[in-house]
């Protein structure tokens, strides 16, 4: 009787053994699983808010370019106004210098209508070339020889020699896809306006890179100078048509560069550096 009482003891504490064996197993798949959902929740939460955040830029750069059709619309239909009585305008100023010849004095208020007409001409044709359609005509760009061939053209704005143009780190060999005449456009007007930052003395430099991996943008370039950066009220404004801070000038400058990068699929953004200048940077595909 005891032999059968010690069996059925076994028995049961086996069984016990063996049921907390199994719970112990559904509580660690529990817990496993509970450690699992957890993780794809704050992965589907970051996902999500990179996703608003994408949506966001996205939206924002949808209305820009919704109000910069508007504007650019109305700003064509005005330049082609503007410019027939321009015509006009410089056509008499000339036939007057000419009738002028022996008269210093009224020959020399001629010529500053003729230079006033000039100017007006070169903001029609900036605000045209701002509205008009960009067709992109890609090409293999040795991405070197363009930015030597666009700083060999700006050396001559140099009016000081405690002003430098440096050329940085841009890998012998790196090609890109762009259109060329497009390109060496953003590049010059970007070079130009850092030489105008820096005034008197300073640096300017240019500097280009190859990124690898899965990134949309293969390239980078960036301007850079040390002058006074940009004002922190003005970032936000500064590729805005007609926005400007200068005394001369239409503002149409950067508005023209952000437009002939977006057209090669590219981005551009400003920045300003933590000792002194500003950063123009941009991603093309």
């Known amino acids: 009787m005891n032999e059968i009482t010690q ?49 966001k830029q996205k939206n924002e750069q949808l209305e820009r370019k919704n109000r910069l059709a508007a504007l650019g ?18 056509l008499y100023a000339s036939l007057l210098e000419r009738e002028l010849q022996e008269q210093d004095n009224l020959q020399q208020w001629a010529q500053k209508i003729i230079m006033s007409v000039n100017s007006l001409d070169m903001i029609v044709n900036d605000i045209l070339t701002f509205t008009q359609e960009q067709s992109c005509q890609k090409i293999e760009v040795e991405l070197k020889t363009l930015i030597l061939e666009v700083m060999d053209y700006v050396k001559p704005q140099i009016k000081s020699e405690a002003v430098r143009v440096e050329l940085g780190g841009v890998p012998g060999k790196l090609t890109i896809r762009a259109d060329i005449n497009m390109l060496r456009r953003v590049l010059l007007n970007l070079m130009l306006n850092a030489l105008e930052a820096v005034e008197s003395r300073g640096e300017v430099s240019i500097r280009a890179e190859e990124f690898k991996g899965d990134s949309d943008f293969k390239t980078c370039i960036c301007v850079s100078d040390t002058g006074k950066g940009i004002k922190p009220e003005d970032m936000g404004k500064i590729f ?46």
């Open 7 to 55: 069996t059925k003891n076994i028995q049961t504490t086996q069984t016990s053994a063996g049921a907390v064996e199994q719970l112990s197993s559904i509580l660690a798949t529990y817990n496993e699983t509970t450690n699992r959902l957890y993780s794809s929740y704050q992965n589907l939460k970051k996902e999500v808010n990179r996703l608003r955040g994408e949506l």
């Open 73 to 90: 619309e109305m700003a064509a239909g005005m330049a082609h106004e503007i410019r027939n009585p321009l015509g006009g305008v410089q």
């Open 240 to 285: 805005n048509p007609f926005f400007t801070t200068k005394d001369t000038g239409t503002g149409l400058g950067l508005a023209i560069v952000h437009r002939l990068v977006e057209c090669q699929g590219g981005v551009i953004t400003a920045s300003n550096s933590k000792i002194s200048g500003a950063t123009f940077t941009i991603l093309l595909p």
